[in-house]
C-alpha cells in the first residue's frame, strides 16, 4: 500500500531559526513530490519535486529530494511568524488511466513563535 | 479568475440528513477531486473525475456520491450523513500540460454532523 509519513508531526521553533521538514514515501512507480502549506484554509503549493539533487528554492524555502533513499525535506530559514502553518507533503504515482491522484501525509504542524 | 470555489462554506446537518457540497473551477481543468480533513490525518481522496461525465472511487468513497455533468462542476453528496462525515472537505482541480501536475485546491467546507 502506497504511503507518505512526515516528521515531526509539529514543531515550535522561534523567529529567526532554521526547520527541516520530512517527508519519506513508499509509493509504487514514483512520479511526482509536491509540497503545500496550509494556513487554515486551502492548501497553497510550494514546489514540485520529480528529480533526485536538484534543489528547487523560493526565498527562504528550498526543498530537496531523493529517490535513492525515499525522502524529501523542506528547509525555511530566518523563520518569521507568517511561516506558522500546516506543510503537507503529497506523492503521485504512474498509474493506469493518468489520473493525477496525490497520497498526501499527515503534515507537519509549525509554530514560530516571536 | 476566480479559480476554485466551494458552496457553502459552513454546514450543520443532522444525522439522516442529505446534502450536496458544489465545487466550481473556471480554469478548464479536466481532472477535479474531493477530499476530507481530519485531525492528524492530512487529506484523503474521496471521489475523483477525470473528465466531464466520469467518476472514479478514491480512498474513503463510502458514503457520498459525486457527479460530473459539466466539466467546470463536481458534486458531492451525502446521501445519509453520519457524525463519522464531520470533517473539512476541500476539493481540487488540476490540468496535465507537459510536467505541470500542481493541484489548485477551493477554499474548503466546514461540516458537522450532530
Known amino acids: 500500500e502506497d504511503k507518505v509519513v512526515q516528521s515531526p508531526l509539529s514543531l515550535v521553533v522561534h523567529e529567526g531559526d532554521t526547520v527541516t521538514l520530512n517527508c519519506s514515501y513508499e509509493v509504487t512507480n514514483f512520479r511526482s513530490l509536491l509540497w503545500y502549506k496550509q494556513e487554515k484554509k486551502a492548501p497553497t503549493f510550494l514546489f514540485m519535486l520529480?528529480?533526485s539533487g536538484i534543489e528547487k528554492k523560493s526565498g527562504r524555502l528550498s526543498s530537496i529530494l531523493d529517490k535513492k533513499e525515499l525522502f524529501s525535506i523542506l528547509n525555511i530559514t530566518a523563520t518569521q511568524t507568517g511561516d506558522s502553518a500546516v506543510y503537507l507533503c503529497a506523492v503521485e504515482a504512474w498509474g493506469s488511466g493518468n489520473t493525477g491522484k496525490l497520497i498526501f501525509g499527515q503534515g507537519t504542524t509549525l509554530q514560530v513563535k516571536p | 479568475n476566480a479559480g476554485v470555489t466551494q458552496t457553502p462554506k459552513f454546514r450543520v446537518l443532522k444525522t439522516g440528513q442529505s446534502m450536496t457540497l458544489l465545487c466550481a473551477q473556471d480554469m478548464n481543468h479536466e481532472y477535479m477531486y474531493w477530499y476530507r480533513q481530519d485531525p492528524g490525518m492530512g487529506l484523503r481522496l474521496i471521489h475523483y473525475s477525470v473528465g466531464e461525465g466520469t467518476t472514479a472511487k478514491g480512498e474513503v468513497p463510502d458514503g457520498y456520491n459525486v457527479s460530473r455533468l459539466k466539466k467546470q462542476n463536481f458534486l458531492l453528496g451525502l446521501e445519509s450523513a453520519a457524525p463519522s462525515q464531520t470533517s473539512v472537505y476541500f476539493c481540487a482541480s488540476r490540468k496535465l500540460r507537459d510536467w505541470n501536475y500542481e493541484q489548485y485546491f477551493g477554499p474548503g467546507t466546514r461540516l458537522t454532523v450532530t
Open positions: 520529480t528529480s
